[in-house]
């Protein structure tokens, strides 16, 4: 077969211009000259710079895109970042402390994750931050940040982890009186959605058109979809992403929450990622698939050549026994959370271990 042509466009002065590759990239650009061929070639008119908060709740600023691309600063007040995931302040005491000043911290964006906004009306675009302090240190206690480090310690050791993250949510009637308990919405069938579905197809179905959107809206961002199936609650879907880096998968999930949230508002309910939204229907988690890849030879330091388990799997499970206890903080921070957490319940209430 012949070549693809490469495509070209008329250029401002009549004559005709190729079309860069990566002006075509879906997620992302290697610098701030790429950045403004790709806005370009997309009409995009706003960014939103955003960020994760301790909650994942994206936090941050839009502007209009000329503004981005002239070397504005930007900064959020540092307060953003101590706020309960219901918006309030926790009180000052028992280990927890305010600065004396509430200074800007500076949105540092990282290009390598600009994508489009789908869902917005008007062409948008977004691009995850990271935070730094006003002397351009790094802010350690943001998400992303604390994986950052964690990773470089294990670059440090030649090891390199590998995640794929599964998400658990339920779809829901729109409610917006707190006081009601959430009710699973009706389907295309036109009847309430009940339990026991699980790997259903029918019960996928029930929702095929707002499944379709997820799934557009994830492809124009990409964001890799590896398989979606019914759960056992009432409404509740999971869906899996490939595995890979996880910075890049962490980055992947704080994207996919919001197009799950905002895919489902179009269909008129919602999607929650509550542990436990419902009484008397399974809980929610997000599981993640683990291994760490020696650098050197590409080898997933769990397995041996003949498939067995090493030790450094056991010291591994050995180390997850001993510190998840300390960190269910971080695993579990609400009390939803505990709702979850009981007996009977196909949740995790030991740190006990097992073959799959």
């Not at 939803?336 to 799959?356: C, E, F, H, I, M």
Request: proline fraction near 8%.
């Amino acid at each position: 077969m012949p070549p693809a042509k490469k495509e070209v466009r008329p250029s401002s002065r009549g004559g005709r211009i190729r079309t860069p590759a990566f002006v075509k990239n879906q997620r992302g650009v290697k610098n701030w000259k790429e950045v403004s061929a790709w806005l370009d070639w997309r009409g995009i008119e706003d960014i939103e710079c955003i960020t994760p908060d301790q909650a994942g709740v994206a936090r941050g600023k839009m502007m209009p895109s000329k503004k981005f691309t002239s070397n504005t600063s930007l900064a959020l007040p540092s307060a953003v970042f101590m706020t309960t995931i219901s918006g309030g302040y926790p009180e000052d005491g028992n280990g927890f402390h305010y600065p004396e000043d509430d200074g800007d911290l500076k949105l540092m964006p990282d290009l390598s994750t600009l994508t489009v906004v789908p869902w917005e009306e008007d062409p948008t675009a977004a691009v995850i931050c990271d935070l730094v302090h006003q002397d351009g240190r790094s802010v350690e206690f943001t998400p992303r940040n604390v994986l950052k480090r964690v990773l470089a310690a294990y670059d440090k050791r030649g090891l390199k982890p590998v995640v794929a993250p599964e998400i658990e949510f339920y779809l829901v009637r729109k409610n917006p009186d707190p006081d009601y308990p959430l009710t699973p919405p009706v389907g295309r069938s036109g009847r309430p959605i009940g339990g026991g579905a699980g790997y259903s197809i029918a019960g996928v179905n029930e929702f095929d058109e707002l499944i379709d959107d997820i799934y557009h809206f994830s492809e124009s961002q990409g964001l890799e979809i590896d398989t979606l199936i019914h759960e056992e609650g009432a409404g509740q879907l999971e869906i899996n992403l490939r595995h890979g880096d996880p910075i890049e998968l962490a980055d992947q999930v704080f994207m996919f929450k919001r197009t799950i949230r905002e895919a489902a508002l179009k269909h008129e309910i919602y999607a929650t990622f509550m542990a436990k939204p419902i009484q008397g229907q399974p809980g929610s988690a997000m599981h993640i698939h683990q291994s760490i890849i020696d650098k050197k030879t590409g080898r997933n330091v769990f397995s041996a050549e003949d498939g067995s388990e090493t030790e450094a799997f056991f010291h591994f499970l050995g180390g997850m026994q001993k510190h998840v206890p300390n960190a269910l903080v971080m695993f579990a921070p609400y009390v939803n959370s505990y709702r979850r957490l009981t007996q009977s319940a196909s949740a995790p209430v030991n740190n006990k271990w097992g073959y799959d």
